[in-house]
């Protein structure tokens, strides 16, 4: 209860910054990120294309990859005719799809650019039950997979980056507070929801992708750490906000659902704070493997700190991502090579 009052009032946390905190607010700390170059997925509406605004305003040259190019140069052309040095590059990508992970990141190599920003904010909730290309649940292979791999192909530019500039890199996975809504066996749900669509739930599943996100923040930290990397990566929690996301299910039930909840609920302003707040600020210098909301540090649920869960989904993940012919992924939590 107390929490919650803290949250409607605003209350400011031990980072000086609390759930009314807007995204230009929490970047004033950092207001030349003109060394930055970033990559935010999903930057076409929304929290991601706030984030990108407010990174813009500050400098950062921004890489916005879409699976909509008009939807992209919309957004580039937001933001130019409001701050018109901006450097925007836009390229496609498709998270559900393995192959056009392979060819953004190609084609992102080939610019030859530094990379010392990952923002990983694209989020899809399948109503309908969906199998990707590759053989994966869509919501997971959008929301999780894809940016697995995509974290994986971009790590060594990353680390090259920071090695080269001494400026530390930072990548942001954007999780949910629903990730704590899934409970049971992470791999063989997976697997039952990507043979089967007799078992699926979409908000179990959308919850499982969060969770995802989380587990995934957490190995790639003790992977980093092991690789004495100069690089960090942490998750968030944007809070509640009526973006596309949710729109995609109208109705009278979802917007009476949305009224009630009005006083919880945070613009998108005070939605990217969390995320550009990881991203930028300076006291999150060497913090890694840490989950936040409001701007603040706080805990994931049970499932979503367990160390062995993220090594678990880490291998499972290895072998969904894998080229090799010989790669065999397992539902019922048993892999080989």
């Known amino acids: 209860m107390l929490e919650t009052v803290k949250y409607l009032l605003g209350s400011v946390g031990g980072s000086g910054y609390g759930s009314r905190s807007t995204a230009e607010q ?26 990108a605004r407010v990174l813009a305003k500050r400098g950062a040259r921004l890489v916005l990859p879409a699976r909509s190019l008009k939807a992209a140069e919309d957004a580039k052309a937001r933001i130019v005719s409001e701050f018109p040095d901006s450097e925007i590059i836009i390229m496609a990508l498709d998270l559900s799809s393995l192959t056009s992970v392979r ?18 904010n694209a ?9 990707s290309e590759d053989g994966i649940e869509m919501t997971f292979a959008t929301n999780y997979l894809g940016h697995f791999l995509l974290t994986k192909l971009l790590l060594n530019k990353m680390i090259e980056t920071a090695a080269a500039t001494g400026v530390q890199g930072r990548i942001v996975n954007v999780s949910s507070a629903i990730h704590g809504w899934f409970s049971g066996d992470t791999i063989r749900y997976l697997g039952e929801i990507s043979r089967s669509g007799s078992d699926y ?31 960090t990566v942490n998750c ?35 939605a990217a704070a969390t995320t550009c707040y990881v991203a930028t600020h300076p006291r999150l210098v060497d913090v890694s493997g840490k989950y936040f909301a409001d701007c603040n540090e706080t805990l994931p649920s049970k499932l979503g ?7 678990r989904l880490w291998s499972a993940s290895e072998i969904m991502v894998s080229k090799s012919s010989n790669a065999i992924f397992d539902p019922s939590s048993q892999w080989e090579y």
């Open 201 to 231: 739930d979409e908000t179990r599943a959308y919850a499982l992708s969060k969770l995802g996100n989380v587990l995934h923040t957490k190995e790639l930290a003790r992977r980093l750490k092991e690789m004495d990397a100069n690089v």
């Open 236 to 270: 968030v929690h944007p809070g509640i906000v009526r973006t596309r996301l949710t729109r995609e299910r109208e109705g009278l039930a979802t917007d009476l659902a949305f009224l009630m909840a009005s006083k919880l609920l945070k613009t998108i302003p005070q």
């Open 305 to 311: 700190s367990n160390l062995s869960e993220a090594a």
């Open 103 to 120: 060819n953004f990141v190609s084609e992102f190599e080939s610019l030859q650019l530094p990379l010392n920003l990952l923002i990983n």
């Open 26 to 51: 929490v970047t004033e700390s950092s207001p030349d990120l003109r060394h930055i170059t970033a990559i935010i997925t999903g930057a076409t509406s929304g929290i991601g294309a706030e984030t």
């Open 123 to 131: 989020g899809k909730f399948a109503h309908e039950h969906a199998i």
